[in-house]
C-alpha cells in the first residue's frame, strides 16, 4: 500500500515539533482552517477530531440554534455510514430513512416525494455525497423547500453540485473527514463548514465543552455573567472535539496536493466507467459526472452468483475490496427498531461492493481489474 504521508509531510511535521511550544489546538489549526476556507469557499471552518465528531456538531449546534424540539424529523439516507444517523439519535431528533438510487448512491428522488406526500413535519434533510458522487441537493430542495439541509462530504472533498456550488456549501453547513483512508489525511480528523456566523460561533463553543471563551461574543458574555470566572464560563453543552496542531500543519501539506489528487482519482475512474460499460449485463452502471471527486470503483452485480464470483477473483488476485459503506443501514443490529421499505439499499446489502481508489492507481492496477471483469 502506497503512503498518502510523503517524507515532504513527515519533514514538515518533524520541523514544526522540533520548534514550537504548543501542540494543542492553536494558531496551526486556526491557520488550517482559513486555507480550507478558501479552498472551499467559505467564510467559516472548524478543524476537529473526526468526520463523525463533524456530523456530531454540526447537528448539535442546528437543533440548538433553530430550537428544534425533540422528536423532530429529519430524512436520512439507509445507506451511509453509521454517524449519519447516530447524532440524529443523539440529539433527541427522529430518523426518516430514505431508500437510495443505484447511480450516484444519494436518494432515491421517488422515495423522497413518497416521503413528503406521507409527512409534513419534516424539519432537516442530512443529505450524504456517498463515495465521490454529488448528491443531487437541488432536486432535494425543490420536494421539499422549506426544510434546512446539512451535508456530510466525508468522502467526496472537492465534488460539485448542479449549478456549480461545492458539495458542503449548499445550505446550512458541510462535514468533511481526513481520516488516513480519504482524499487527503491528518490521519485523524475533520471540517465543520459554513456561511452562517451564528452557527460556526456556537459549534466554536460547542466544541471546547461549551466555553465562552471560544465565543466572538466573550466579552459580552463576560459581562452578563460578572459573578463567575470568564475563564470557566459555559453558555451550552459541549463536548471535547478539538484537534492538535500537529494534524493542522500535516492538513495545510496536504491540501496543497488536494485538487491535483482529485484529478487523478477522477481520471482513474474514467477509465473504471469505460471497463464497466463492456459488462453493462453483470452490474448496476454508476453515473459518470465531470463534477465529481471519485472515492473508490463500485461494483454492483446484477445477481448474487456475479457477486460471489466477483468477490473470488477479487481474493485470488490479492485485491483488497469492501462492502458498500454500511449496506442497508436498516439490517444493523442497533438500527432494528426503524423500518423503511428500501428495495435498492437491500442491493448494495446483498451484492454490492467496492474497491478503493487514489491518486496511486495507476494503468497496471486498471488493467488487472479489466482482466478480473473480462474473466466474469
Known amino acids: 500500500?502506497?503512503?498518502t504521508i510523503t517524507l515532504r509531510d513527515r519533514m514538515r511535521m518533524a520541523r514544526f515539533v522540533l520548534t514550537?511550544?504548543?501542540?494543542?489546538q492553536g494558531p496551526q489549526v486556526r491557520?488550517?482552517?482559513e486555507h480550507w476556507s478558501d479552498w472551499l469557499g467559505v467564510k467559516h471552518s472548524l478543524f476537529v477530531s473526526s468526520g463523525s465528531t463533524a456530523n456530531s456538531l454540526l447537528v448539535s449546534a442546528w437543533k440548538d440554534l433553530n430550537d428544534i424540539p425533540d422528536g423532530s424529523k429529519v430524512i436520512v439516507p439507509a445507506c451511509t455510514w453509521v454517524t449519519n444517523i447516530a447524532p440524529i439519535l443523539q440529539n433527541n431528533l427522529t430518523p426518516v430513512f430514505c431508500d437510495i438510487n443505484l447511480k450516484d448512491y444519494s436518494f432515491d428522488l421517488g422515495a423522497l416525494k413518497t416521503i413528503a406526500n406521507d409527512n409534513k413535519d419534516i424539519r432537516a434533510i442530512f443529505v450524504t455525497h456517498l463515495l465521490g458522487f454529488p448528491a443531487q441537493v437541488e432536486d432535494f430542495h425543490k420536494i421539499f423547500p422549506d426544510v434546512d439541509i446539512l451535508e456530510d462530504v466525508c468522502e467526496s472533498h472537492g465534488a460539485?453540485?448542479?449549478?456549480?456550488?461545492?458539495?458542503?456549501?449548499y445550505d446550512v453547513g458541510g462535514t468533511f473527514s481526513f481520516y488516513f483512508g480519504h482524499h487527503m489525511t491528518t490521519v485523524e480528523g475533520g471540517m465543520v463548514s459554513t456561511n452562517n456566523t451564528e452557527l460556526y460561533d456556537l459549534m466554536r463553543m460547542k466544541r471546547s465543552h461549551g466555553l465562552s471563551r471560544e465565543s466572538i461574543h466573550a466579552?459580552?458574555?463576560a459581562k452578563m455573567y460578572p459573578e463567575i470566572n470568564p475563564q470557566f464560563l459555559f453558555m451550552t453543552d459541549g463536548y471535547n472535539f478539538r484537534n492538535n496542531e500537529i494534524g493542522a500543519v500535516l492538513g495545510q501539506s496536504q491540501l496543497r496536493r488536494l485538487d491535483n489528487m482529485i484529478?487523478?482519482?477522477n481520471e482513474n475512474y474514467r477509465t473504471f466507467i469505460d471497463l464497466l460499460m463492456d459488462h453493462e449485463d453483470k452490474f448496476h452502471l454508476p453515473t459518470w459526472n465531470y463534477r465529481m471527486s471519485s472515492f473508490c470503483f463500485p461494483l454492483i452485480s446484477r445477481d448474487k452468483k456475479t457477486h460471489i464470483k466477483l468477490q473470488e477473483l477479487l481474493d485470488e488476485y490479492l485485491v483488497e475490496y469492501r462492502p458498500v459503506v454500511g449496506g442497508n443501514l436498516l439490517k444493523q443490529p442497533f438500527l432494528s427498531g426503524y423500518k423503511a421499505h428500501c428495495p435498492n439499499a437491500d442491493i448494495l446489502q446483498d451484492r454490492g461492493l467496492y474497491i478503493g481508489n487514489s491518486h496511486f492507481v495507476n494503468d497496471g492496477h486498471l488493467d488487472?481489474?479489466?482482466?478480473?471483469l473480462e474473466q466474469l
Open 1 to 3: 500500500m502506497d503512503d
Open 20 to 24: 514550537t511550544s504548543r501542540l494543542t
Open 31 to 33: 491557520k488550517f482552517e
Open 160 to 169: 460539485v453540485i448542479e449549478g456549480g456550488t461545492m458539495a458542503g456549501t
Open 219 to 221: 466579552k459580552d458574555y
Open 263 to 265: 484529478i487523478k482519482r
Open 368 to 372: 488487472m481489474l479489466g482482466e478480473i
